[in-house]
């Protein structure tokens, strides 16, 4: 549940779009996506990634944890491990992603509280190597306890104070500033998400794609599939998480953004409309 204190900073964020439509894909050439396990990437970003492929950006995904503790998989960890890293890449595959983009940090999986500063450095290392100015990562109240580490890790990390980050949904529905319509891509949000065999042992992965067809309503006369996402400059995205969950780094570390901050991106071209557990799956 938002804490009512922070919902000024939330409703403020959603107004922050500034000239650009509130739905329309990201401008931004470089990203790293931030998947705390294999599935996660797909699911909560897995059009908007292809959309960024198709149009020439640069994409690398990091898998946090390998899955290793999937509920109901009948096999070793080893063995999970192994199947869930080899759908990752099938997945990653489907949206336009090479292997050599595609990176794997082997933290525990259902044990990313205990290992945050372990994950700073990682997250420092990936945005400085490929010059992002995109993050991607589940929102900061998205109700697992492995995604929640990754946005306290956020907020101790060093980043350049231009970077936008884009909290994206999988367990818990957000408050959104920005819906991708994604239909182009559909199928292959669709068969990135099939990809990923192993998850399915804990649940059905593939009803949460339902969740892609409500988001629809924003914008779209509820016409084809979107994502929906929580964006903004990383000092601002911070600060709301802070309001909203008591982050450890009540001060974000990056450097305050002087007269001329950017705000995020402008989206593309506008649609017709306007946008109003521990352990892994």
């Not at 996506?33 to 149009?55: F, I, K, M, N």
């Not at 945050?116 to 190597?129: D, F, G, N």
């Not at 109700?143 to 231009?162: Q, R, Y």
Request: charged share 20%; glycine share 10%; with cysteine.
């Amino acid at each position: 549940m938002v804490p009512e204190r922070a919902w000024p900073l939330l409703l403020a964020l959603r107004s922050l779009p500034g000239d650009g439509a509130l739905i329309g894909e990201p401008r931004l050439h470089s990203v790293v996506v931030l998947a705390p396990h294999p599935d996660d990437e797909s699911l909560g970003c897995g059009g908007t990634v292809a959309l960024l492929r198709g149009r020439g950006a640069s994409v690398r995904v990091a898998f946090a944890t390998d899955g290793e503790s999937t509920r109901g998989a009948a096999l070793s960890a080893d063995e999970t491990r192994r199947r869930r890293r080899s759908e990752a890449l099938a997945a990653c595959g489907q949206l336009g992603v090479a292997a050599a983009d595609v990176g794997f940090w082997g933290l525990p999986d259902g044990g990313l509280a205990a290992s945050t500063h372990e994950i700073v450095p990682l997250i420092e290392s990936a945005v400085a190597e490929t010059r992002a100015d995109g993050l991607f990562l589940p929102w900061f109240l998205d109700g697992h306890a492995d995604h929640e580490a990754l946005n306290a890790a956020l907020a101790s990390a060093t980043l350049p104070p231009g970077l936008e980050v884009w909290g994206y949904e999988t367990w818990s529905p957000l408050i959104a500033n920005r819906i991708v319509d994604v239909s182009t891509v559909w199928a292959r949000k669709e068969a990135a998400v099939a990809a990923h065999v192993t998850a399915r042992l804990a649940f059905d992965v593939e009803a949460t794609l339902g969740l892609n067809r409500w988001r629809s309503i924003h914008g779209l006369m509820g016409r084809g599939y979107a994502e929906a996402f929580l964006a903004a400059p990383i000092r601002e995205y911070l600060a709301t998480a802070v309001l909203a969950r008591d982050l450890p780094s009540a001060a974000p570390r990056p450097a305050a953004p002087g007269p001329g901050a950017p705000r995020p991106s402008a989206p593309g071209p506008a649609a017709p409309g306007s946008a109003a557990p521990s352990g892994s799956t």
